[in-house]
């Protein structure tokens, strides 16, 4: 059966302590890999798209990454608005998307 | 600025009530998905819908269906609400394309079925 775990559960950051996220997928035939992120009250908003092992997207202060079994999302000095639930989904053969249940970062100034 | 608009934000039923969620895109967009989140679960596919009049079901159809007459307007019902499909309803779409992960998303609909 299709799976996505995503570690930990939450995260506490003080501002500017770097951290990565970890999302784990199995499934027959990844056709990408995005990542969403998801404030109180919102619904999700899109961040990126990964295909291929060994990809990698920059935006701002995030860097995702994939390999063939994985994908991590960087924080790299967060702030306070980088407070929110990420989202990773992957793309399975039959072409839906498949959640996990999101990793909760707080980031304290 | 791109829009999904959902016209319920807080929704409270009766177990039995017929519910209508109603998404609106302004978009253009081609695919429209209807979606529910759980704590702990995640965001479960119900249904989505690749062109006017046509609906595939998603992982968790039982007890919904959907209606999409007009390209920019696709609906949830619930025909019998029950207890169980107290939930986040989200509602998103899509340019066409299979490989596209890129999904606009509404606000949401928060259901509670007592």
């Known amino acids: 059966e299709d799976q996505v775990t995503q570690s930990p559960e939450a995260l506490r950051l003080q501002e500017g302590e770097s951290s990565s996220l970890n999302c784990s997928y199995t499934?027959?035939?990844?056709?990408?890999l995005f990542w969403y992120r998801q404030d109180p009250g919102k619904g999700p908003e899109f961040l990126f798209t990964l295909y291929s092992a060994g990809e990698e997207k920059e935006k701002e202060r995030l860097k995702a990454t994939l390999t063939k079994k994985e994908s991590f999302l960087h924080i790299t000095a967060p702030k306070p608005e980088d407070s929110a639930t990420y989202l990773c989904?992957?793309?399975?053969?039959?072409?839906?998307?498949?959640f996990g249940a999101g990793t909760t970062v707080t980031v304290r100034a | 600025d791109v829009k999904v608009t959902q016209s319920s934000r807080y929704l409270v039923k009766r177990t039995g009530e017929k519910v209508f969620l109603e998404c609106v895109q302004d978009?253009?967009?081609?695919?429209m998905f209807w979606y529910r989140q759980d704590p702990g679960l995640g965001l479960r596919l119900i249904y989505f819908s690749y062109d006017v009049k046509m609906k595939e079901k998603g992982d968790i159809p039982e007890g919904y269906s959907v209606s999409r007459e007009k390209k920019e307007r696709f609906s949830l019902i619930l025909e019998s609400a029950s207890t169980n499909q107290t939930s986040m309803y989200l509602c998103a779409s899509s340019l066409l394309g299979l490989d596209t992960g890129e999904l606009f998303f509404g606000e949401g609909s928060r259901l509670t079925v007592l």
């Open positions: 499934v027959s035939g990844l056709r990408g």
């Open positions: 989904a992957v793309k399975r053969d039959d072409y839906k998307l498949s």
């Open positions: 978009m253009d967009h081609e695919n």
